[in-house]
């Protein structure tokens, strides 16, 4: 480095020193994005306590895999009761190591549960929604709490869901289907299927690794009702949903998103801008929390 560039590494530092000193007189602490990830495993499982503790910062806490929730949309507990297609498929491949895809849970939920409309998706049919509500398709999934439009929140799922199937294997778009619902072209139902079932095997025999990369962990935005805290999985589905299979109880979430109080639904943003009405967004907000899924979502194992 030239005597130029360490003489304004030098200013830098300095500057970036007394800026955290004035602050940190007055109680404020400079926070660097990108720091590992706070892990506050035995300290607590309260995701609000939790949520105190980090500030800003992503935490670690163990969370009760049954206050989860997986799949998009449908809001599924993870746990061996609920009709959970991906638990259930992991059950019945671990009974039978020679189950394929076609005999499995997994092909007929996605035969089953084929929603057209995001109304559909969100439990929401039969009520008198927002005209932009009404007219948004599947993958227009957004959630009350949120502030994308359903036209924003397309655009983000099929980008995420075309990498996600690059990575792997499939070099194919959104019009193939994806993990949430059907319909679904069979090479993406079959990547869906040899990834459930790679990870659990990895989880059966190695232990569950996890990491402070960013996809080194289960992630998922807490839920706050009147009696405790769900977990809506954000990434990781296919992990919790083997830990579940594998009979595991807890498992470590990593939390990077504000915790979404059922109390403050008239301040969030999509209940502002009246996409849902109050009603609408607790009642999806509800059911989520219940882990019960749309009254159209119904298949058999």
């Known amino acids: 480095m ?45 995701p609000v306590e939790a949520a105190y503790r980090a500030g800003l910062r992503p935490f670690l806490i163990d969370v009760p895999l049954a206050s989860c929730r997986v799949l998009p949309g449908s809001g599924f507990a993870c746990a061996a009761t609920a009709g959970n297609p991906f638990v259930d498929t992991l059950i019945a491949y671990g009974a039978d190591r020679q189950l394929d895809y076609e005999h499995s849970p997994l092909a007929g939920f996605y035969a089953a549960w084929q929603p057209r409309t995001l109304v559909a998706v969100l439990g929401l049919d039969g009520l008198a929604v927002s005209p932009e509500l009404g007219a948004a398709p599947p993958l227009g ?77 289960i992630k998922g ?8 805290f769900r977990v809506l999985v954000t990434a990781g589905h296919h992990r919790a949903s083997a830990l579940t299979a594998l009979g595991k109880d807890n498992a470590p979430i990593r939390i990077d998103n504000p915790v979404v109080r059922r109390s403050e639904a008239g301040a969030w943003p999509n209940v502002r801008s009246g996409l849902f009405s109050e009603a609408q967004a607790l009642a999806v907000f509800d059911r989520l929390f219940a882990g019960a899924q749309p009254a159209g979502c119904r298949w058999s194992r």
């Open 141 to 217: 999934l957004v959630m009350p709490w949120q502030a994308w439009t359903p036209g924003e929140a397309e655009k983000r799922w099929a980008s995420f869901i075309e990498l996600d199937n690059r990575e792997h294997g499939t070099k194919v778009g959104i019009g193939a289907g994806w993990k949430a619902w059907g319909p679904i072209e069979p090479a993406v139902a079959l990547q869906e299927f040899r990834r459930l079932t790679s990870i659990y095997d990895a989880i059966a025999r190695e232990g569950y690794r996890r990491g402070d990369a960013p996809d080194g962990d």
């Open 2 to 46: 030239s005597s130029h560039g360490s003489a304004l590494s030098a200013l830098k530092r300095n500057a970036r020193a007394t800026i955290s000193s004035l602050l940190g007189r007055v109680g404020v602490e400079l926070v660097r994005t990108g720091k590992a990830v706070i892990d506050l495993r035995g300290v607590t499982g309260d």
């Open 221 to 228: 935005v807490v839920l706050l009702g009147g009696d405790g």
